[in-house]
């Protein structure tokens, strides 16, 4: 059974960083893509990044680009995303997921396998 744990939400003011964990376990892809949607209250689940477990390589959505890095350590099945200059914009819950080829990313949430329970970030302003 694959389990995701997602960690690191809480309150912050507009300007400041958030550093979100996500630790995997159970049984996984040779090769997956791991990585966090968020869902913003009336809003439909979006994707936010993610990050290939075989070469590194990354998807950001452009709402986040040049604010966010997501980054992942293999030999912990873990994945980070680092939030830097968080607007109230920002402010959803965000859940971290798994599919095979990031078409979650590219195509929704839809094609997501697995999904983590989520965590809330709050940024004021």
């Known amino acids: 059974e694959v389990q995701l744990q997602a960690s690191g939400g809480g309150l912050v003011q507009a300007g400041g960083s958030l550093r979100l964990s996500c630790a995997a376990s159970?049984?996984?892809?040779?090769?997956?893509?791991i990585g966090w949607f968020r869902q913003a209250p009336g809003k439909e689940r979006e994707g936010v990044s993610c990050?290939?477990?075989?070469?590194?390589?990354?998807i950001y959505d452009d709402s986040v680009k040049g604010r966010f890095t997501i980054s992942r350590d293999n030999a912990k099945n873990t994945v980070y995303l680092q939030m830097n200059s968080l607007k109230p914009e920002d402010t959803a819950v965000y859940y971290c997921?798994?599919?095979?080829?990031?078409?979650?990313?590219?195509?929704?949430?839809?094609?997501?396998?697995?999904w983590g329970k989520g965590t809330l970030v709050t940024v004021s302003s």
């Open positions: 997921a798994v599919d095979p080829n990031g078409a979650s990313w590219r195509h929704g949430a839809r094609y997501v396998d697995y």
């Open positions: 159970g049984v996984f892809f040779d090769h997956y893509v």
């Open positions: 990050i290939s477990s075989v070469d590194g390589s990354t």
